[in-house]
């Protein structure tokens, strides 16, 4: 059958259950692990860098800076 490897997977919400309610100091959204630093930080990053260059942009438009 073509879904076994879907549908004959081992249950792992019991463990998730446990591992999201243990760290209640941790926001929800860093609770999975350390790969949910790197992309949440990596989200934090390109979000600063584009802001950034919106600003630094923005003032060469209000400057009167062409290129």
């Given at each position: 059958m073509a879904f076994e490897s879907i549908v004959?997977?081992?249950?792992r919400v019991p463990e998730l259950q446990r591992l999201y309610q243990?760290?209640?100091?941790?926001?929800?959204?860093?609770r999975g692990g350390p790969r949910d630093k790197i992309v949440v930080y990596g989200?934090?990053?390109l979000l600063a860098f584009g802001v950034?260059?919106?600003g630094y942009e923005f003032s060469k438009l209000l400057r009167g800076i062409k290129e």
């Open positions: 004959n997977r081992r249950n243990t760290n209640l100091k941790a926001p929800i959204y860093l989200a934090y990053s950034a260059l919106t």
